[in-house]
């Protein structure tokens, strides 16, 4: 299902944007702080709730303006969708084909996914935004995922504030049980992903890096020993940190060749490869399980990739089941000639370029 009209407003220097993107590719230029990447990082707003850049939400909105809105329209066929995000000071509302919606049914009908100029802390980066990685494939093949990792996060935060307070161990070990059962449920179809999702990446990654990539799954716990008694095992650090140190949400992924962790062995602009083989991998993975297309929004593809890495990465996209938004300085700096739409961003305003 592609993107087919998508209006912004009073979106950081976008001040009314309205335009029907081509459904396989669109190509946006302009100088510095006009508003490209702001076009991007709208779409994925509408999908994720979130920039991918640092800030607040509410900072996303224009100095004078009270709130932004995205509105975008999606189609397949006969079968269309309009979505809708209002994003003021105080808080958001999402709409569905006219109706209140949660994120996760926005998220779910309009699947987005990124490469930017920081995708290379995907490997070098803390675990979160890996974590954040694998929960997107999860969440868009596995139905169940979300509301067994709402559950969980719940119990989490329940676990924690009696652990802040200092409550016995039995008013603590209360939330046990709703932590351990989606927990276990979370752990399993991350792992299940994983394994199906490693073989496609290995092959996308084979292309383009001099090494055989392997992706291993860490739970969060001790490898052979189960989550009930990792948390029993666990009392004391989680008592004297008033945390919970074991569970789901300490996973993480490693990326490695030849038994050594990437992200200490390889160069920036081979963790930038690395990292955009992995989105595409991903991207690839969840459209043929899905039988859903996917957005794939590309910021500033050539920014410190010398011309080998920067050629092999554009060979990846040529490949991908994406419908692509991908904003650069000059057109000469992208690959594919006159193909697809293309835009000009100026002073926060998008033109077509004929």
């Given at each position: 299902m592609a993107l087919t009209a998508l209006r912004v407003e009073h979106?950081?220097?976008l001040n009314a944007v309205d335009?029907?993107?081509?459904?396989?590719?669109?190509?946006?230029?302009?100088v510095n702080a006009t508003g490209k990447t702001s076009l991007l990082e709208s779409i994925f707003v509408l999908s994720r709730g979130r920039s991918f850049r640092a800030g607040r939400a509410s900072e996303l909105i224009q100095y004078e303006a009270d709130a932004l809105t995205v509105y975008a329209e999606l189609s397949s066929g006969t079968d269309t969708h309009r979505l809708g995000a209002e994003i003021a000071r105080a808080g958001?509302?999402?709409?569905?084909?006219?109706?209140?919606?949660?994120?996760?049914d926005v998220a779910a009908l309009l699947p987005v996914q990124v490469i930017d100029p920081e995708i290379h802390l995907l490997i070098q980066g803390g675990p979160e935004q890996r974590r954040r990685f694998l929960d997107w494939g999860v969440f868009h093949v596995e139905p169940r995922f979300l509301d067994s990792w709402r559950r969980y996060r719940k119990a989490l935060r329940q676990r924690n504030a009696a652990l802040r307070r200092q409550d016995r161990r039995e008013a603590v070990m209360a939330w046990d049980e709703e932590?351990?059962?989606?927990?276990e449920l979370v752990d399993a179809w991350r792992e299940a992903f994983n394994d199906q999702f490693h073989a496609l990446l290995s092959s996308k990654s084979f292309d383009i890096l001099p090494f055989e990539l392997k992706?291993?799954?860490l739970r969060g716990w001790k490898t052979g020993q189960s989550l009930p008694d990792a948390l029993a095992d666990s009392w004391e650090r989680d008592r004297a940190t008033q945390a919970t140190q074991v569970g789901p949400h300490r996973a993480d992924l490693r990326f490695e060749a030849g038994g050594h962790a990437l992200r200490h062995h390889v160069s920036r602009g081979q963790q930038k490869l690395l990292a955009g083989a992995l989105v595409i991998a991903q991207?690839?993975?969840?459209?043929?399980?899905n039988q859903r297309e996917v957005v794939l929004l590309v910021d500033d593809p050539a920014a410190e990739?010398?011309?080998?890495?920067?050629?092999r990465l554009f060979e990846l996209f040529r490949a991908v089941p994406a419908q692509l938004f991908v904003a650069a300085l000059e057109l000469d700096e992208l690959p594919w000639g006159t193909a697809g739409k293309r835009?000009?961003?100026?002073?926060g305003e998008l033109a077509p370029l004929i």
């Amino acid at each position: 299902m592609a993107l087919t009209a998508l209006r912004v407003e009073h979106f950081r220097c976008l001040n009314a944007v309205d335009f029907q993107p081509d459904p396989n590719l669109n190509l946006i230029t302009g100088v510095n702080a006009t508003g490209k990447t702001s076009l991007l990082e709208s779409i994925f707003v509408l999908s994720r709730g979130r920039s991918f850049r640092a800030g607040r939400a509410s900072e996303l909105i224009q100095y004078e303006a009270d709130a932004l809105t995205v509105y975008a329209e999606l189609s397949s066929g006969t079968d269309t969708h309009r979505l809708g995000a209002e994003i003021a000071r105080a808080g958001r509302r999402l709409h569905v084909d006219g109706q209140t919606a949660a994120l996760g049914d926005v998220a779910a009908l309009l699947p987005v996914q990124v490469i930017d100029p920081e995708i290379h802390l995907l490997i070098q980066g803390g675990p979160e935004q890996r974590r954040r990685f694998l929960d997107w494939g999860v969440f868009h093949v596995e139905p169940r995922f979300l509301d067994s990792w709402r559950r969980y996060r719940k119990a989490l935060r329940q676990r924690n504030a009696a652990l802040r307070r200092q409550d016995r161990r039995e008013a603590v070990m209360a939330w046990d049980e709703e932590l351990i059962n989606a927990g276990e449920l979370v752990d399993a179809w991350r792992e299940a992903f994983n394994d199906q999702f490693h073989a496609l990446l290995s092959s996308k990654s084979f292309d383009i890096l001099p090494f055989e990539l392997k992706c291993s799954y860490l739970r969060g716990w001790k490898t052979g020993q189960s989550l009930p008694d990792a948390l029993a095992d666990s009392w004391e650090r989680d008592r004297a940190t008033q945390a919970t140190q074991v569970g789901p949400h300490r996973a993480d992924l490693r990326f490695e060749a030849g038994g050594h962790a990437l992200r200490h062995h390889v160069s920036r602009g081979q963790q930038k490869l690395l990292a955009g083989a992995l989105v595409i991998a991903q991207t690839h993975f969840v459209v043929e399980a899905n039988q859903r297309e996917v957005v794939l929004l590309v910021d500033d593809p050539a920014a410190e990739l010398d011309r080998e890495h920067r050629e092999r990465l554009f060979e990846l996209f040529r490949a991908v089941p994406a419908q692509l938004f991908v904003a650069a300085l000059e057109l000469d700096e992208l690959p594919w000639g006159t193909a697809g739409k293309r835009f000009h961003v100026e002073h926060g305003e998008l033109a077509p370029l004929i």
